[in-house]
């Protein structure tokens, strides 16, 4: 998954370092008032922002409006119960406090995006597989599956999102963020190389390109007793 972290104080840049160590994929703005152009073009499964940033520069309003989808992590200092019930019912998802230890927000955070795409467990099957979006690895039986972490990346994404469309742009903004994308040729090579993983199981989940539009995964077998992503 990827993150759009807003690191606009030292604990947030911290976070931000401990969440790069898990290998979430982060979208770092480091500047207050971009923060809503960042969360805007995005394509990240979570906004997380210190709620300092709502005093001078937005919303939770606004950036419910901008991006409705994705939620909103709120990292707070010292605040009361009053406080927090306020910042929920006007958009967060969560408010965690910056002095909790840096396990538990990250635990938090990782509930928070994968509930969004209606995933309780970590662990969670797609048709045939198994995703463990903790270790950031995908099973078929007992075999686990050799991807890149960009293909892994790609295939976690669709698989978040079953049936639905996704096109080009977006898949590349996910997995690349605002860094340099490569060449249309190269992120061809990476779906022809993601196919090549799935042939063993393509009669039951498969990558179906839309001409002109873009991808979407296709999932006509399902685990009969476990959760699947495509319920």
């Known amino acids: 998954m990827r993150y759009l972290i807003a690191e606009t104080t ?10 790069s160590q898990t290998g979430t994929l982060l ?6 008032e971009d923060i809503e152009e960042f ?30 989808e994705v939620p909103i992590a709120l990292i707070a200092r010292e605040s009361d119960g009053a406080q927090i019930a306020a910042w929920l019912m006007a958009g967060a998802d969560t408010v965690l406090s910056s002095d909790a230890a840096p396990e538990e927000i990250i635990a938090r955070l990782a509930a928070v995006a994968r509930r969004a795409h209606g995933v309780s467990l970590p662990v969670s099957d797609c048709g045939p597989l198994r995703f463990d979006l903790e270790r950031r690895r995908v099973h078929f039986g007992a075999t686990t ?22 096109t080009r742009e977006t898949l590349m903004s996910h997995v690349y963020g605002f860094e340099n994308e490569p060449a249309p040729r190269v992120f061809d090579v990476y779906m022809c190389n993601l196919r090549a993983h799935l042939a063993p199981v393509e009669a039951a989940l498969s ?21 699947t992503l495509a319920a």
């Open 10 to 19: 030292w604990k947030m840049m911290s976070l931000g370092h401990a969440l």
């Open 27 to 32: 979208t770092r703005c480091e500047a207050a």
């Open 39 to 68: 969360h805007r073009i995005g394509a990240h499964d979570l906004l997380v922002v210190d709620a300092g940033v709502l005093r001078s520069h937005t919303t939770l309003a606004h950036l419910r409006d901008l991006n409705p």
């Open 145 to 166: 599956l050799s991807l890149s972490p960009k293909l892994y990346e790609i295939l976690e994404f669709l698989a978040l999102r079953p049936g639905r469309l996704a």
């Open 207 to 227: 990558i179906e390109t839309v001409r002109g539009e873009g991808y979407r995964l296709r999932v006509t077998e399902r685990r009969g007793t476990a959760r």
